[in-house]
């Protein structure tokens, strides 16, 4: 793939994405410093749920897509 692809391209594309490693490192940033200390604990709270449960989430977000489309299937008929 590499081959394929235009070297002034490839320099682009490293170039953006240091630029948006940045942006992100950015916000990041500001989201500390400027979220109160009660959000920044809940926030941390259910990123963690997220990362313990996320097998539970995953089957449950299959579920729920299997359920949506089996209505919208339905309905079509």
Do not use: F
């Amino acid at each position: 793939m590499r081959d394929r692809v235009p070297e002034p391209v490839r320099d682009k594309a490293v170039r953006a994405t240091g630029q948006a490693r940045a942006a992100a490192s950015r916000a990041g940033r500001t989201w500390h410093e400027k979220a109160p200390e009660p959000v920044r604990e809940t926030a941390a709270r259910s990123a963690r749920a997220t990362r313990d449960h996320r097998t539970l989430l995953l089957a449950g977000a299959g579920a729920g897509v299997l359920v949506l489309w089996l209505a919208l299937r339905r309905r079509g008929d």
